[in-house]
């Protein structure tokens, strides 16, 4: 079944206005609706408020509103906060005027009142209330001093949060397998966009390939889209204004490519963008801040320590400070308003680097890259993707022969946390990509055959905390 020619298709995707957001203001928006402020935001993200008020400009603009709270209903409305029964809900106060009644209508009945007793009966009654009253509190108060008691707890109400637990506090697997892929592969690029993932290109079992495929969590169902024009491997894929950008690869002849070819999911077409300035594959990238970053990579012979930038406004390839080594099969992911480059191989051996790069310190006088904690044991040819501001590091290949643990990383603790493991057999050369609250990871290489495998990890989930009121 081609994809145009699916219903689902149709009901899945995002409006135009929607699709016109970059990755970082669609973030922003979301952050907007759950009542943050701008210096809160900013915090969040690692940068300034007014860094924040030149993106809510944009989004104002983009999707036509002109305040916060037609902002906040706006990604309501489009998806884009999720809410459930236990999770805080909007409401309106509204003011409901008194019944009235026209001169001449008849009145609305009376309820009847009992005759008052004599004012000297209520005084007398009330003095001895009142006298009771005292003699009983102060036999309560001298009980509870000679036998104090707990006060009751008061009135508890369940609030809900979104909670990173590694490992699961429950029994269940944290991994579950969904539907495999129709078309087993390695070294493939997966991307997800307005609730569908799609997995493009790759090395099957009969050689390189073009092949688009896409995963609709709602209905557990893969479709096909229209193939990518040059095929290639060794690829990853980024978002950048409702579109998939797959940039270089490795081609069935075994040489790497310089092209960058562009998916519309809306229009179901590919389109070619701006040449890169040299052939790569087995890079890194990530989008940030709605440009495209590409860390090193190799052509065949030469592994790279050079790192590009791409414009989509401007349609230009830049070229920004090397990494700190040459690398090629390294993971990126985005956290904390960084760029990490995870792992890779040098040409000798699977690194532990964990670096940092930040590309608004490009041309500054200081360096935009940086060091954190390093990978616990060293590996290529993995996938990392960013999920609640924390990055998992599935499966790749490590200095033995074993399978590589899964990893989570937290940026604001610097510490690496080890989770479930996925599959009982090695894993490398996948793909993975971050929806809603977990992971979907596909494709590869298990126990060196192509897999079609398609699983994905629950990486945030809610509980109940009680919140005194």
Do not use: C
């Not at 106060?93 to 309820?111: D, K, L, N, V, W």
């Not at 920004?320 to 990126?332: D, G």
């Not at 992971?439 to 990486?459: C, E, H, I, K, R």
């Amino acid at each position: 079944m081609s994809l145009s020619n699916n219903l689902m298709y149709n009901r899945t995707m995002a409006s135009p206005e929607t699709n016109d957001l970059s990755e970082r203001e669609l973030g922003i928006l979301r952050l907007v609706a759950t009542g943050l402020s701008n210096k809160e935001i900013a915090q969040k993200l690692y940068i300034s408020p007014n860094t924040v008020k030149v993106h809510l400009r944009n989004i104002f603009a983009k999707i036509g509103v002109l305040s916060r709270t037609e902002a906040a209903l706006y990604a309501i409305n489009h998806g884009l906060v999720k809410t459930s029964p236990t999770e805080p809900s909007f409401s309106i106060p509204i003011s409901i005027p008194e019944p009235t009644f026209e001169e001449g209508a008849a009145e609305p009945p009376q309820p009847k009142t009992k005759p008052r007793p004599a004012l000297k009966w209520v005084l007398f009654g009330g003095i001895a209330l009142l006298l009771l009253a005292l003699l009983v509190l102060g036999w309560v108060g001298v009980g509870l001093y000679l036998n104090p008691k707990p006060t009751p707890p008061p009135t508890q109400a369940a609030a809900v949060f979104p909670l990173l637990v590694s490992p699961s506090p429950t029994p269940q697997p944290r991994w579950q397998d969904l539907p495999s892929m129709p078309t087993p592969r390695s070294k493939l690029a997966a991307a997800a966009l307005n609730s569908l993932v799609y997995a493009i290109g790759g090395e099957t079992a009969q050689g390189v390939s073009g092949s688009l495929e896409v995963y609709d969590p709602a209905s557990s169902t893969w479709n096909e889209g229209k193939p990518k024009p040059l095929p290639v491997s060794e690829i990853q894929a980024a978002v950048l204004g409702g579109k998939i950008y797959v940039p270089g690869g490795r081609q069935a002849n075994g040489k790497a490519s310089q092209s960058l070819e562009i998916y519309d999911p809306l229009q179901d077409t590919w389109e070619s963008g701006p040449d890169l300035p040299y052939p790569v594959s087995a890079y890194a990238l990530a989008a940030f801040e709605g440009k495209l970053y590409l860390f090193g990579g190799w052509d065949g012979k030469t592994i790279y320590d050079r790192v590009l930038e791409y414009d989509p406004a401007l349609k230009t390839w830049s070229e920004r400070t090397s990494l700190l080594s040459p690398r090629y099969a390294a993971a990126a992911a985005v956290a904390g308003g960084k760029i990490y480059v995870l792992g890779g191989f040098d040409g000798q051996t699977p690194l532990t680097r964990n670096e940092t790069y930040i590309p608004s310190l490009e041309g500054s006088g200081a360096s935009p890259w940086g060091t954190a904690s390093p990978l616990p044991e060293g590996r290529y040819a993995m996938s990392a993707a960013s999920i609640a501001d924390s990055i998992l590091v599935i499966g790749g290949v490590p200095p033995s022969s074993s399978t590589a643990a899964s990893y989570q990383f937290f940026p604001t603790t610097s510490t690496w946390t080890e989770l479930e493991q996925p599959s009982p057999q090695p894993w490398a050369y996948l793909a993975s990509v971050p929806l809603d609250q977990n992971l979907l990871a596909l494709g590869g290489l298990q126990n060196d055959q192509v897999s079609g495998a398609l699983q994905t990890y629950q990486a945030v989930y809610t509980i109940l905390i009680p919140v005194v009121r």
